[in-house]
């Protein structure tokens, strides 16, 4: 339903995918994205990474 998709891509963790209008997915390891609505995640520091998908926060980049 795209009244659920719209409530998720408000969500820290999750960004619009660019392919298709109202597609939402998960920032991949080693990002995070800790705005609601964004088209894009952010990039971890370098050497740092995430344990999984949908970091909502930078402190989620750990050392690996």
Do not use: H
């Not at 392919?19 to 609601?36: A, I, L, R």
């Amino acid at each position: 339903s795209t009244r659920i998709l719209t409530s998720i891509s408000g969500l820290p963790g999750w960004n619009m995918a660019r392919s298709k209008e109202f597609q939402v997915e998960p920032c991949g390891k080693g990002s995070y994205q800790n705005k609601t609505g964004q088209a894009s995640c952010q990039e971890c520091d370098e050497g740092k990474s995430t344990d999984s998908l949908g970091a909502a926060s930078s402190e989620a980049c750990v050392e690996g």
